[in-house]
Structure formats: C-alpha cells, structure tokens
C-alpha cells in the first residue's frame, strides 16, 4: 500500500468489483473517467477484465481510499509497457462524486508519479483524455505532462467524433521538480518523506 496527502493505495480486490460496477454505469463518471466514455460495462464485463487482469503480470489495479476514515471513492492503475525504456501507462478516476472538485486527483496522479518514478524507477509514464476531459488536462499540466500526440477524430461522444490527447511525462522531467510538487499537493509532507521515502525494512508497495 502506498499513502499519500489524502489517499491511500491498496490493491483492487475481488470485493470491491460491485463499487467498479457501480461507477462503471454512471454517466457522470464514465464521461470523464476512461478512453471510452458513456461506454458502460456489466457485471460479467467487470469479472471477465478482473479476470484477465489477474493473470496479467503488466496490469497494477489500484482502489483509492481515504486515509482519514478508509472511505473507497476511486480506482487507478498502471501497465507496463516497457521496451528499450521503463515505460508505463497509467489511469485514474474518482467514482464518489461528493469527492469531486477537491483537488485529490492532483494527489491520485502525482501519487501514480511517486510509485513509478521514485520507487520502481520507470523513465517515462503516458495518459490519454478526451479533447473534452478539461478537469484531466489540468491535472496532468499541473505535474508537468506534456501533450505528445494527438489521435484525432477517434471517439464519438454525443455523436460527433472526437479527438483523443496522450501526455506524458519522463523521469529527468519530475525528479528536479518532484519536492516542489510533493510540499504543493501533499498536505502530510514530511509523514510521507518519513515513511516511504527512507531506508526501512518495510514494505509498503
């Protein structure tokens, strides 16, 4: 598990696929929430990816809780897609909508940086959002992601075509602004430097 400002990482389990269910069917979040929006998924869609997703060693899934009270309000994830470099893709939502609009998917998408690029070493990270997805190109503007491609008119939403965005963001690019970054967002600063970012014989991710 990793915890960070607000949020804490634990691995997605069998018993959290009804709450997957749940945010997976509703408009508001699947509008912004995946490549496909206002694409929904049943329960047998939810347990065959689960399914898959087990066996695939490339595939981390992710429920993002609350540190406070251990509230579930999202879901994040990363796959490897590493060749001649570390790469990874990564995604997030926020599924609880009374946790919308309070700056934790800045926490949610620099905690996915922290794992990849201080802890596994990776040396380039990649997202993809919709044209329209205004709230995750803030996001990942405000860590440092660069739009490098455009795949244009690929989606349809509301029945027009759309255009989809990839950022990413490479390691020599976050590490000098990785401080900078952590005492900006994260609110536990120092709590997380001590217990995840030291020499210990604990493992928490």
Not at 36 to 59: Q, V
Not at 118 to 130: E, G, K, Q
Not at 154 to 163: A, F, Q, V
Request: hydrophobic share 35%; charged share 35%; with cysteine.
């Amino acid at each position: 598990m990793l915890e960070i400002g607000r949020i804490r990482f634990r691995p997605l389990k069998r018993d959290d696929l009804h709450l997957i269910e749940c945010w997976e069917n509703t408009p508001e979040c699947t509008l912004y929430a995946r490549g496909r929006p206002l694409e929904f998924k049943n329960k047998d869609d939810i347990e065959r990816e689960y399914e898959e997703y087990l066996k695939d060693a490339k595939k981390h899934r992710f429920i993002i809780e609350m540190v406070e009270d251990d509230k579930v309000i999202g879901f994040a994830s990363y796959k490897d897609s590493s060749r001649q470099v570390k790469n990874a893709s990564i995604g997030a939502f926020i599924g609880e909508r009374d946790f919308w609009n309070l700056g934790l998917g800045k926490e949610i998408t620099l905690a996915l940086c922290e794992m990849l690029f201080f802890h596994l070493n990776y040396d380039r990270v990649s997202a993809w959002t919709s044209a329209i997805n205004h709230r995750a190109k803030g996001v990942l503007e405000s860590l440092g992601f660069v739009r490098s491609g455009t795949s244009r008119k690929s989606g349809y939403l509301y029945g027009k075509r759309i255009d989809w965005y990839m950022y990413d963001l490479l390691r020599e690019e976050y590490i000098p602004k990785r401080q900078l970054y952590l005492k900006k967002y994260v609110d536990e600063y120092e709590s997380y430097i001590k217990n995840y970012c030291t020499l210990s014989d604990k493992k928490h991710i």
